[in-house]
């Protein structure tokens, strides 16, 4: 079984709009759901949450940041890649552009980012944990799968891409292609 399908050739809107209806459900389930249910499950396990100064305002700052960089990287897959996030309608070109520059998966990074900072903000070490589980599980599982996928299709670009441009941690100065 095939995990990650080139997306059919379609004008950019369409891919930007299969993006944002992609990121709606998935959004609605790891991002506001899951952490719903955990605190939860936090509540009835009696397990206490914390309080710290400025907590709100740092965690919607974090939110926020996190929302905005994962805007951006649907919207330049969806433009330069000519697909979308999602494997199974995914980029049909090697996208190093905008925060891809920065750091390989900026999704993910700004998806579980979102969630830790969502976890802060409601002072739950449970919403938190779920966060850094989501990150270890994302680079054992997912990342291999789809480095490899990628290497497949793009070979040698890919391959001084991957090299140039850390997975978690962004570059002080922007890659550009053939770094």
């Given at each position: 079984?095939?995990?990650?399908?080139?997306?059919?050739?379609?004008p950019?809107?369409?891919n930007?709009?299969?993006?944002?209806?992609?990121?709606?459900?998935?959004?609605?389930?790891?991002?506001?759901?899951?952490?719903?249910?955990?605190?939860?499950?936090?509540?009835?396990?009696?397990i206490?949450?914390?309080?710290?100064?400025?907590?709100?305002?740092?965690?919607?700052?974090?939110?926020?940041?996190?929302?905005?960089?994962n805007?951006?990287?649907?919207?330049?897959?969806?433009?330069?890649?000519?697909?979308?996030?999602f494997?199974a309608?995914?980029?049909?070109?090697?996208?190093?552009?905008?925060?891809?520059?920065?750091?390989?998966?900026p999704?993910?990074?700004?998806?579980?980012?979102?969630?830790?900072?969502?976890?802060?903000?409601?002072?739950?070490?449970?919403?938190?944990?779920?966060?850094?589980?989501?990150?270890?599980?994302?680079?054992?599982?997912?990342?291999?799968?789809?480095?490899?996928?990628?290497?497949?299709?793009?070979?040698?670009?890919?391959?001084?891409?991957?090299?140039?441009?850390?997975?978690?941690?962004?570059?002080?100065?922007?890659?550009?292609?053939?770094?």
């Amino acid at each position: 079984m095939k995990v990650f399908i080139p997306a059919a050739p379609r004008p950019a809107w369409q891919n930007v709009m299969r993006t944002v209806a992609q990121a709606l459900v998935f959004w609605s389930v790891f991002i506001v759901g899951i952490p719903r249910l955990i605190l939860g499950a936090q509540a009835a396990l009696g397990i206490a949450g914390f309080e710290v100064a400025l907590q709100k305002e740092i965690g919607v700052v974090g939110m926020v940041l996190m929302a905005l960089i994962n805007v951006w990287a649907g919207a330049v897959m969806a433009v330069d890649g000519k697909g979308t996030p999602f494997p199974a309608d995914t980029a049909r070109n090697l996208v190093v552009r905008g925060p891809y520059r920065a750091v390989r998966n900026p999704m993910a990074v700004g998806g579980l980012g979102f969630a830790l900072a969502l976890g802060f903000w409601m002072g739950s070490p449970l919403v938190m944990a779920y966060a850094v589980c989501g990150g270890l599980v994302w680079n054992v599982a997912a990342r291999p799968m789809e480095e490899r996928d990628l290497e497949a299709r793009f070979g040698a670009s890919y391959g001084r891409y991957r090299d140039a441009v850390r997975c978690w941690v962004p570059r002080l100065r922007p890659y550009r292609d053939g770094d």
